[in-house]
């Protein structure tokens, strides 16, 4: 073998290496990495009962059964728990991916069940709309929940459970990404612990009072969810962790809802 063969076999045997290692990496990578769902937060914004009671059915009878037969599985849908004047359908649809997502709509146009069961809700005079308007935001998980996680009291539907929806604004997008990293650097894990029952995280990809996050935490009850808000703020390693300057004014406005699971909702 002369000199030329050797130094190309040399350089061959040097790109398989560095190939293998490479690919060997990217592999761990994959690995390592959480699956993030994507959350769609749909708001129905109505403000007559009546009508309240016909997006119901539409939910119940035509929606959820179609994104089912879309295997998108484990969607919420609420009522205001605490404001008998709010009659708004509040709707969480998880994703497995954007590509989910995005074709999701379409699907529905030419699913023919979904169009029959939801007549009385799609085929409305101008001026005789059931909502005001659609309040819509899309999230992506965070790492340290990257999916969603129902407590055994949601997946069997436990009669007076209740949920809350907390929205957390900032005023730059630096600080809203901090108070993102306080989440899955302990916080997340401390609202676990104290059985706070969160179900899900997302930061806001799209949607109104940008940049914000979103979750939702469960309970068996109000009484149990307030006592698990108490333990949660009296907690050390809250104190310590609100305490770190980098966490410092990361949140500039918190909205949030109190809800009621509807009969059809699926966790």
Not at 107 to 112: E, F, G, H, V
Not at 132 to 150: H, N, T
Not at 203 to 215: H, K, R, W
């Amino acid at each position: 073998m002369n000199e030329t063969t050797k130094f190309g076999f040399t350089l061959r045997s040097l790109f398989f290496c560095f190939s293998a290692l490479l690919l060997s990496n990217l592999n761990m990578a994959t690995a390592e990495d959480p699956k993030l769902q994507y959350y769609e937060i749909r708001i129905y914004k109505i403000y007559d009962f009546e009508k309240q009671q016909i997006a119901d059915d539409y939910l119940r009878d035509a929606l959820l059964p179609a994104l089912n037969r879309q295997q998108i599985e484990n969607v919420g849908a609420f009522h205001n728990l605490k404001d008998e004047n709010d009659h708004s359908i509040y709707v969480v649809i998880p994703f497995a991916s954007l590509e989910s997502f995005s074709n999701y709509n379409k699907k529905l146009a030419t699913d023919t069940k979904y169009q029959e069961a939801g007549k009385k809700y799609l085929d409305r005079k101008k001026g005789d709309g059931i909502f005001d308007r659609i309040e819509s935001r899309l999230l992506k998980a965070f790492v340290s929940i990257p999916q969603m996680e129902l407590a055994d009291f949601c997946k069997e539907k436990t009669d007076g459970r209740m949920f809350e929806l907390r929205l957390y604004e900032s005023h730059t997008e630096e600080h809203a990404r901090r108070k993102v990293k306080m989440f899955d650097s302990g916080e997340t894990q401390l609202m676990r612990d104290v059985e706070m029952g969160p179900v899900f995280f997302g930061e806001t990809l799209s949607g109104p009072d940008l940049p914000n996050l979103v979750y939702m935490l469960s309970a068996k009850n109000l009484e149990e969810h307030e006592a698990h808000w108490k333990s949660f703020l009296e907690s050390d390693r809250w104190k310590k962790m609100k305490a770190l300057p980098q966490y410092k004014d990361t949140v500039s406005n918190i909205k949030n809802w109190f809800l009621s699971p509807t009969s059809y909702s699926q966790f």
